[in-house]
Every structure is written in C-alpha cells, then in structure tokens.
Nanobody
C-alpha cells in the first residue's frame, strides 16, 4: 500500500529548530521527486523545498533559503526537512508529496505532485 507519513511537527519558539520526516512505504523514494509543502490558514499551499529523482538536485523557496534543508536517506526510505531559525510566519501544516515517476527534476509547484501525506502541524510561537 502506497503511503507517505509525515512526523516531527510541533510547537517551537522563534529561532528554534525542528526536523520533519516523510516516511514512505509501498515504493522506493529514490525513484521519485519529493517535495515539502505548507499551508497556513487562509493561504494557498506553497512549495517549500524539493529533491529531484536520482541525482538529488534540490530547490528551496526564497524565504527559507539558508534556514531549511531537504535531504533523503535511501536506507530508511525517508525524506527529511531540517528547519532552523524558525519564524512565526513558518507556522503552517507541512505536507510531503510525491511526483509521478516520469518527472525527474523536482519543482515547487503543488500541481506537479500526485500523492500526498496527511500533514504535520508546525507552530512557531513564543
């Protein structure tokens, strides 16, 4: 059964860090482009970071560059999002998603992804 399960969200103070995990089952993550997205209340879903199929090329939203890092552990079939120097505006539900296998280079456009996890809440507040 295909499944993406996010974990690692929570409440953190501004300036703090969290590491989100996206664990896959039923398929091999390395064969797919994977993205992290977020959606805050009343806002559209936006791409935060993504990692391409096979070569691992990554892309990041401008507002998270230098703070967020996406990585992949093939042995654990898991993609991570390390988030440092968190800000209140990073508060959102964070989702990981898988692009169709034919897509090699990842992108931050949600419409390019066809399989989504259930999300994990990240709240940055003092």
């Amino acid at each position: 059964q295909l499944q993406l399960v996010e974990s690692g969200g929570g409440l953190v103070q501004p300036g703090g860090s969290l590491r989100l995990s996206c664990a896959a089952s039923g398929f091999t993550l390395d064969y797919y482009a994977i993205g992290w997205f977020r959606q805050a209340p009343g806002k559209e879903r936006e791409g935060v970071s993504c990692i391409s199929r096979m070569d691992g090329t990554t892309y990041n939203l401008d507002s998270v560059k230098g703070r967020f890092t996406i990585s992949r552990d093939n042995a654990k079939n898991t993609v991570y999002l390390q988030m440092n120097s968190l800000k209140p505006e990073d508060t959102a539900v964070y989702y990981c998603a898988r692009a169709p296998n034919r897509i090699r280079r990842c992108a931050l456009e949600p419409s390019r992804y066809d399989y989504w996890g259930q999300g994990t809440q990240v709240t940055v507040s003092s």
